[in-house]
């Protein structure tokens, strides 16, 4: 029986085959995984740029007023909330 674990590859070398072996087969797949990354380029370096400003950079001139904003905005109580 040791001598069969020996010749086996490890785990994580099968596991690390596997995925190999199935990405170098997949058709489809590599034609979604390109659409699928690039609307995760889309979304968070196109967007971002874009829609979603620095406001605490533009709004504060230095990092102690920036972290005293972020903490007064995270501290204060809920408003419109009902118990």
């Known amino acids: ?3 069969q ?3 086996q590859p490890g ?7 596997f995925y190999v072996n199935g990405f170098r ?3 489809i797949g590599r034609t979604l995984w390109k659409i699928i990354f ?3 380029f889309i979304m968070f370096a196109i ?7 620095n406001f605490l950079k533009t709004q ?3 990092d102690q007023e920036r972290a005293e904003h972020v ?9 419109g909330m009902t118990h």
């Open 47 to 53: 967007l971002k740029v874009f829609f979603f400003p």
């Open 1 to 3: 029986m040791i001598e």
């Open 60 to 62: 504060f001139d230095t």
């Open 38 to 40: 690039i609307k995760l």
């Open 25 to 27: 087969q997949m058709t």
């Open 71 to 79: 903490v007064d905005q995270l501290t204060l109580p809920a408003q």
């Open 5 to 7: 674990r020996a010749r």
């Open 11 to 17: 785990l994580i070398r099968r596991i690390i085959l």
